[in-house]
T-cell receptor, first 113, second 112 residues
């Protein structure tokens, strides 16, 4: 089955700790995205990548980092600099930069201990 | 003023009723419009995609775009309890710009 997988489903972070959220897709999509969803806030773009080895900051990139070493993978690291990391994190992909329709993974819920 | 405004609800309707959802936007350059459905604790799934003003129908769902009023709508006919979800509108500027602007989402509850 083609799709986007995210792991883990739930993640707990201690103060001062960096954590990495995994996102993998087997849709052969060039573009991938990370969003953060908070209650009542909608989706906010953290980072996006239109091609391997290239990525751009979104609207709320501070405290986050990404890498895009492989086409199918786009991991997100939530660093200790992100002071309010508790949220639902969604990864998405689109065929390429010319395709507006994005397809989402099931999400990772990050909680701070 | 936010780029995309969407009333968060919740909106409760009896089973079989028509659900009407809408979003307004401020940037007249938006050209592509989407509706996503998101069940609780799940990722959003694409429901409808439209370009330009007019109506698009897919089964029980109709998406409507009025660019002159900067207003888009989603109608769900013969609503079912399985339609209970949050509905997000999204829009993008132009071909080749795949950054989406999302509304906050509108929670819908269909009561059996």
């Amino acid at each position: 089955d083609g799709g986007i997988t995210q792991s883990p489903k739930y993640l707990f972070r201690k103060e001062g700790q960096n954590v990495t959220l995994s996102c993998e897709q087997n849709l052969n999509h060039d573009a991938m995205y990370w969003y953060r969803q908070d209650p009542g806030q909608g989706l906010r773009l953290i980072y996006y990548s239109q091609i391997v080895n290239d990525f751009q900051k979104g609207d709320i990139a501070e405290g986050y980092s990404v890498s895009r070493e492989k086409k199918e993978s786009f991991p997100l690291t939530v660093t200790s600099a992100q002071k309010n990391p508790t949220a639902f994190y969604l990864c998405a992909s689109s065929m390429d930069r010319y395709q507006e329709t994005q397809y989402f993974g099931p999400g990772t819920r990050l909680l701070v201990l | 003023q936010k780029e995309v405004e969407q009333d968060p609800g919740p909106l409760s309707v009896p089973e079989g009723a028509i659900v009407s959802l809408n979003c307004t936007y401020s940037n007249s350059a938006f050209q592509y419009f989407m509706w996503y459905r998101q069940y609780s604790r799940k990722g959003p799934e694409l429901l409808m995609y439209t370009y330009s003003s007019g109506n698009k129908e897919d089964g029980r769902f109709t998406a409507q775009v009025d660019k002159s009023s900067k207003y888009i709508s989603l109608f769900i006919r013969d609503s079912q309890p399985s339609d209970s979800a949050t509905y997000l509108c999204a829009m993008s500027l132009y071909y080749g710009n795949n950054r989406l602007a999302f509304g906050k989402g509108n929670q819908v509850v269909v009561i059996p």
